[in-house]
C-alpha cells in the first residue's frame, strides 16, 4: 500500500493505492493519521480511488481513525470508493458512520459547507 499526502487549505488528503488487509498497511495509515493530528490537521479525506479491497483490519483502522479524528473535534470523509469496497461498507453498516463522496473535490468541499 502506498499513501501520498496532498493538503488543500486546512484539509489533509491522504491518496490510498493498493489493497488494506492488515500490517504493515493498517500501521502506516493509522501512523500518518496520528501525525496529521499531532500537526493540528483535524479535517481529513481519506481518497480510495486506488485501493482495491479492504479487510476486517482495515476497516477497524478506519473506523479507530474516525474516532481519534472526532475525539479531537475533526472529521474524517471518505472520497472515490471503489464498487468493491462500497459493497463491504454496505454490509457492514458503516456507509451510515462514515460520510462518503463521489468525487475527490465534493469530499473537500465538504468541509467548507
Known sequence: MTISEKIHGT????????????EPDTGKLRDRIYALLEEGFTKIVLDLKGVRYVSSTGLGTFIAALTSV???????RLANITEKV????????????FKTYDTLERAVASFKL
Open 70 to 76: 472526532r475525539n479531537k473535534n475533526g472529521d474524517l
Open 11 to 22: 484539509v489533509s488528503v491522504l491518496s490510498l493505492k493498493g489493497n488494506l488487509m492488515g
Open 86 to 97: 462500497e459493497s463491504l461498507f454496505v454490509i457492514t453498516q458503516l456507509v451510515k458512520v
